[in-house]
């Protein structure tokens, strides 16, 4: 059988957009209701013990690439802490499912980041449940697309950063005191950051934002055995670009600018957010990881 180590042709791993990428749902979307489903990794991805023991939270984990993060590092070896918002209670259950599948424990705490006292409640969860807190897996993030700043109003620039980046401030904060060394911090930025779209003001800004806070926060932690690290994903297939991400007519050519000519997968995302996980990176912080298919990054 394949897994994520079975050599092949990136370019031809997985398919092209098609036509049929052409769909939309309201926002969150859902991972169950995609076509085609994105890959998660559940069926190729082989855990060798880089976590063993690791407690993790991981938000956005119900679907897209938090959901290929909590399949592998459970793989791992790492119990989770699963963040999502209520009403996408249908795939976190596939989630915590295949978590309990590899051995090990998934506690399901689901709310909403925008609301400090909820990410204080989240991080307190987990070091009861699990007995600590040594991985802080930031995915969680809100995207809408608005071609003009006329029509962004005042709610949603307020929302896109209070999910993006007030939730990472409050949940570093809150984790921050229960982390021994050794313990690592995961941020998710975006190609966003450095080639911002027109049409996605508000939500390139904060990804941006996210690099810089990571950056100096990866300096501040340093001396406490901390390491604040970032995955920067390119186009990749998830429900929030088929829930007002991207206009649905765009998304018959997601990804084909890339150099790769296609979209990514979550299951590509996966093995970035283990590597800096694990103590293999001991040396690496406040370093963005491109996962992009290609594109030149600053
Ligand atoms: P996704 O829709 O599967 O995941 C986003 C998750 O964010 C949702 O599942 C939801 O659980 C969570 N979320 C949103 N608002 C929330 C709120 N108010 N409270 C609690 N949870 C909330 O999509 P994805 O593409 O896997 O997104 C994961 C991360 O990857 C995001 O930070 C996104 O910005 C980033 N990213 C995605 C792409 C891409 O092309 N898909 C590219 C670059 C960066
Ligand atoms: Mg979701």
């Known amino acids: 059988m394949s897994d994520q180590y079975t050599i092949q042709d990136p370019a031809k791993q997985y398919e092209k957009a098609t036509p049929e990428f ?34 993790a939270v991981i938000t956005g984990a119900d679907s897209g690439i938090g959901r290929a993060v909590a399949i592998a590092f459970a793989r791992e070896g790492a119990d989770v802490v699963l963040a999502y918002l209520p009403e996408e209670e249908a795939d976190a259950k596939e989630v915590v499912q295949l978590v309990e599948e590899a051995g090990r424990k998934a506690v399901a705490v689901p709310g909403d980041l925008k609301d400090e006292k909820y990410c204080e409640q989240l991080i307190a969860k987990a070091v009861e449940e699990l007995g600590g807190i040594d991985i802080l897996a930031n995915i969680a993030g809100k ?4 071609p003009d700043i006329a029509d962004l109003t005042t709610e949603q620039f307020d929302a896109t950063f209070k999910t993006n980046v007030y939730a990472l401030f409050w949940l570093c904060k809150a984790a921050v005191k229960h982390m021994k060394p050794g ?7 975006s190609i966003q950051a450095y080639e911002p779209a027109p049409i996605l003001l508000d939500y390139a800004t904060t ?84 996962a992009n298919g290609g594109m030149p990054t600053p």
Do not use: C
């Open 143 to 146: 995207q809408q697309f608005v």
């Open 183 to 189: 313990s690592t911090i995961i941020n998710t930025a």
């Open 22 to 55: 052409e769909q939309q749902q309201p926002s969150p979307g859902l991972e169950k209701k995609m076509h085609p489903r994105p890959d998660d990794g559940a069926g190729t991805y082989r855990g060798s013990g880089r976590l063993t023991g690791r407690k």
């Open 207 to 290: 990804k941006s934002a996210i690099n810089t806070f990571s950056k100096s926060l990866a300096q501040q932690v340093a001396a406490k055995g901390i390491r604040v690290n970032v995955v920067a994903p390119g186009p990749v297939w998830t429900p929030l670009q088929v829930s007002g991400g991207q206009p649905q007519e765009a998304l018959k050519d997601f990804g084909a600018k890339t150099p790769l000519g296609r979209p990514g997968q979550p299951a590509e995302m996966a093995p970035a957010y283990v590597f800096l996980a694990s103590q293999e990176s001991s040396y690496v912080s406040g370093e963005t990881l491109n």
